[in-house]
């Protein structure tokens, strides 16, 4: 079949998957965390690192349901757990915004939230985009993940500023009445898209640990999650600290997610048609510079090191998706991408608490973003010797 019988045939799971994925908790929570950050440690007298529990303990709640959500989504389907998922999202935030009264009751809520919602990320909706597509997979995932662009642009450009005018509480409320607007439409579209389930039984789990590529990959994405994740959280009162007002650094921010909508849907396209491992190797070793320039180039330098790490959280989580859907076998991929998707959830929780408590140490960013500029040249390197070890299997 071809890739544009492929998009007549699914376009409902394309267009559902994307707007699913831009209502879920890997956008509108997670884009929205460092929006929150300095509001919540103003009020109730927080230091940096104190507020960073917040991303740290809900990231690593999340790492804990993955692999459950996943063996789930391959036992229930994707539809089902997706937008059940969404409403409790839609749940959690207004809770957030009602009874947050300190730092015990914020992270106690934000444990709830991650534990609850983990079925809103990106794994069900990329499921059933492995079950539709084929020819054309990497464009369409990379279209279906551009909704997590699409939270980084638009939560920079207005949250900053009707929390500056309303407060955090009708930030976390406005959040919640959103999802709980548009997730009739997402249930409609992926009620009439194809769904898909696993086929034959679901294999051990020990399988896909033991997974000639799964140790390497691990590692990898651990490496890029936890510099680039940490970077994002952290981006706002990065700038603000430097002197922009909250609205100016949330515009700021928002080339963050214009970026990785570029990204992903470049990344989807070359992933159709150039090895995954040498697009993504160029990807985050330009990240990589682009931390410095965010690190040493002076506010000149804020847009282009934006853009260039925008340009790499556009790539990662297509990557997973991507690999799981052509290393693992089929009746696998729920949990070989949430085993996955957990470590990158771990790095995502580690970056922005280790960012937090280098600030507190150095009262600044610049040795964070050494730090993960490291990271990302180590990410770039595994990347690039797992292309090396692939083509030495194969006896190319």
Do not use: N
């Not at 993504?280 to 040493?296: K, N, R």
């Not at 790095?347 to 280098?358: D, K, Q, R, S, Y």
């Not at 730090?371 to 083509?391: E, H, N, Q």
């Amino acid at each position: 079949m071809s890739g544009r019988e492929e998009f007549r045939r699914g376009w409902r799971i394309v267009l559902g998957g994307f707007l699913g994925i831009a209502l879920g908790v890997s956008s509108l929570y997670f884009y929205s965390l460092g929006i929150f950050l300095k509001p919540l440690a103003a009020e109730f007298g927080w230091s940096r690192s104190q507020a960073s529990l917040g991303p740290l303990l809900g990231t690593g709640c999340a790492a804990l349901m993955a692999i459950p959500v996943g063996r789930l989504a391959d036992r229930i389907g994707s539809a089902r757990l997706a937008v059940g998922s969404l409403a409790l999202l839609a749940g959690s935030f207004a809770l957030l915004g009602w009874i947050a009264t300190g730092l015990a009751s914020f992270l106690a809520l934000t444990a709830v939230l991650s534990l609850l919602t983990a079925g809103s990320s990106p794994l069900p909706f990329t499921r059933l985009v492995v079950g539709s597509f084929s020819t054309a997979r990497g464009l369409a995932l990379g279209i279906v993940l551009a909704g997590t662009g699409l939270g980084s642009i638009l939560l920079p450009a207005w949250l900053p500023g009707f929390i500056a005018d309303h407060g955090w509480r009708a930030g976390f409320h406005l959040l919640a009445g959103l999802i709980t607007l548009l997730l009739p439409v997402v249930a409609l579209l992926l009620r009439g898209g194809l769904e898909t389930s696993a086929t034959g039984t679901v294999p051990p789990f020990r399988d896909v640990l033991s997974h000639p590529a799964f140790a390497r990959l691990a590692l990898v994405f651990a490496l890029a999650s936890t510099a680039v994740l940490g970077t994002i959280v952290h981006f706002v009162p990065m700038l603000t600290d430097a002197g922009m007002s909250p609205r100016q650094a949330g515009g700021m921010t928002a080339l963050i997610g214009l970026a990785a909508v570029a990204g992903r849907l470049a990344t989807g396209w070359l992933l159709d048609r150039v090895r995954a491992e040498a697009v993504v190797t160029s990807l985050f070793l330009a990240a990589a510079a682009g931390m410095l320039l965010l690190a040493f180039g002076g506010p000149a330098a804020v847009p282009a090191g934006a853009l260039v790490v925008g340009l790499c959280v556009g790539a990662e989580v297509d990557l997973i998706a991507y690999l799981v859907a052509r290393d693992f076998a089929r009746a696998a991929y729920g949990q070989a991408y949430g085993a996955l998707y957990t470590v990158f959830l771990i790095g995502g929780a580690v970056g922005p608490a280790l960012a937090g408590v280098i600030y507190d140490l150095t009262a600044g960013y610049r040795g964070w973003l050494g730090l993960a500029a490291l990271l990302l040249a180590g990410a770039g390197t595994g990347m690039s010797g797992a292309r090396r070890a692939s083509r030495a299997r194969s006896g190319t």
